[in-house]
Structures are given as structure tokens and as C-alpha cells.
């Protein structure tokens, strides 16, 4: 069975091995992996780019500006972001967009930085990484206006009107193990609404673990649990739900698995 995990964590200023945590994936059948890059501070866009520069057939780096930082990135760090994101190894532009559950930055803050990533995203024809929570109005009014149509909605957990209105955009989802849980019967309504053939698999790692691990620190070894209940949902195979969401992201992220 293939598997990627279209969305990971390996900041090595954590302390983690990410040699061992990539070695529990491939032995848990990933063929890949995507790894976001994300402003930390004025200057400094984390290790996504080395990280994924020592393992370049298992790891694909994104790059972008989280809403909470929006506030803390100035001129220059936008500057080094297009820069950044130009790079060819640099597949997708994000995780950008909106989290009005937080509010870290003000909302006018996150609104103009996200359209500027928008913006980016389509001017270097790369796809777009999308965070949003409690914030899927203004989210969708700012794709629409910024004409992004090449993306994907990171760690989906709305309902089913969401999920429309982000399938209508041309958009994807991607599934965390928020799917797994208890209560969230709104989201797999919506897991099962939306087409297998748009739908992607990640972990969010190191946050989000899906059950049964979850409490525990996450990794893309357990994005495998996350597929299962996908394809619980979607009515189909295990070994269905991995090729097709394979494929899905590789053609998304233009890797090869």
C-alpha cells in the first residue's frame, strides 16, 4: 500500500530524529511526505528546506507565512518568502491563511498577508497551501478575489457547505487525524460528500495524532490511521484510498511516488 503524508512538521530545533521518524514511515508504507516551512521569526523560515534537501526523493518542502506570525513578518521577510518560494525545489506556497480561533495577529493583519501569498502563489504558478479555522467566509471571499485555484485546504475540519464551496473553488482537501475523533461527524459528512479523487492524507505532525495514538506526539508514520477511516468513510479499500490519494498529491506537489 502507497501513502504520503501532504503535510509534516520536522523543525530540528525540536530535538527530533528525523532520520528514526523517517525510517518509522517508509517502514509504514509512505513512499513521501511534504514538509512545511514556516516563518519563525524575523530572518529565519525554519529547516524545512535542509531537511528536505538531504532526503530529496522522500521529502517535498513548502514555504509560507502561518497566520499567527502574520503580524511579525515584515517587508524584508515577505521579500525573502518570494525568494524562497521561487527556489525549484519549493513545490507549494503556505501553510498561509486565516485562524480567527487564536487571533495571534489581527484579522486585517492575517487578511492582507494571506492575499499577498495568494498572490505569490499564482504568480509562480505553485500551488497554495491553505490554514483556515473558524474562518471559512472571509477564506473563501479572499480566494475568490485573489483568483487562486490551484490548492489545497491543510487539516479540513468543516462541514459540508465548506467543503462545497472549496471543491467549487477547484480546490482540494487534506484529511488529519481530526477525522478520527469522537463528535466530528459534520467533517466525515463532509469526507463522504466530497470525491475520493480530491481528497489528500496528512498528520500535521507533530500535532494531531489520530486515534489510537492519539495524545501521543504525532509523525507521518500515523497518517496510515488517518487513510483507514478515510476509506471507512468513502466506502472503499484501504489499498483504493492509498493509491488514489497517492497520485492525487503527487500530481499536486509534482513529485514522483
Do not use: W
Not at 109 to 129: G, H, I, N, T
Request: proline residues 5%; contains cysteine.
Amino acid at each position: 500500500m502507497k501513502v504520503v503524508d501532504t503535510h509534516c512538521h520536522l523543525e530540528r530545533r525540536e530535538g527530533v530524529d528525523v532520520e528514526a521518524i523517517l525510517d518509522r514511515a517508509r517502514a509504514a508504507g509512505l513512499v513521501h511526505a511534504v514538509v512545511i516551512g514556516q516563518f519563525q521569526e524575523p530572518g529565519d523560515f525554519g529547516h524545512a528546506l535542509e531537511v528536505a534537501a538531504a532526503h530529496p526523493d522522500f521529502l517535498t518542502p513548502t514555504v509560507g507565512i502561518h497566520p499567527h506570525e502574520a503580524a511579525r513578518a515584515s517587508g524584508a521577510d515577505v521579500a525573502q518568502l518570494r525568494a524562497l518560494c521561487a527556489r525549484p525545489e519549493v513545490a507549494a506556497v503556505g501553510e498561509a491563511g486565516l485562524d480567527y480561533y487564536y487571533d495571534h495577529s489581527p484579522r486585517d493583519v492575517q487578511q492582507r498577508v494571506f492575499a499577498l501569498q495568494c498572490e505569490l502563489a499564482r504568480a509562480l504558478d505553485k500551488p497554495l497551501v491553505v490554514h483556515v479555522r473558524d474562518a471559512h467566509g472571509d477564506c473563501l471571499g479572499i480566494l475568490r478575489e485573489t483568483g487562486v485555484r490551484h490548492g489545497v485546504i491543510h487539516c479540513f475540519t468543516g462541514d459540508t457547505a465548506a467543503a462545497r464551496g472549496y471543491l467549487d473553488l477547484g480546490f482540494h482537501l487534506s484529511l488529519s487525524g481530526v477525522v478520527t475523533y469522537k463528535k466530528t461527524e459534520p467533517l466525515q459528512d463532509a469526507v463522504r460528500y466530497a470525491p475520493l479523487d480530491r481528497l489528500m492524507v496528512e498528520t500535521d505532525s507533530p500535532y494531531l495524532a489520530p486515534v489510537p495514538h492519539r495524545g501521543k506526539k504525532n509523525e507521518p508514520a500515523f497518517v496510515v490511521e488517518t487513510l483507514k477511516k478515510v476509506a471507512e468513510l468513502k466506502g472503499v479499500e484501504v489499498t483504493t484510498a492509498g493509491e488514489q490519494t497517492t497520485r492525487t498529491a503527487a500530481a499536486f506537489f509534482r513529485f514522483t511516488a
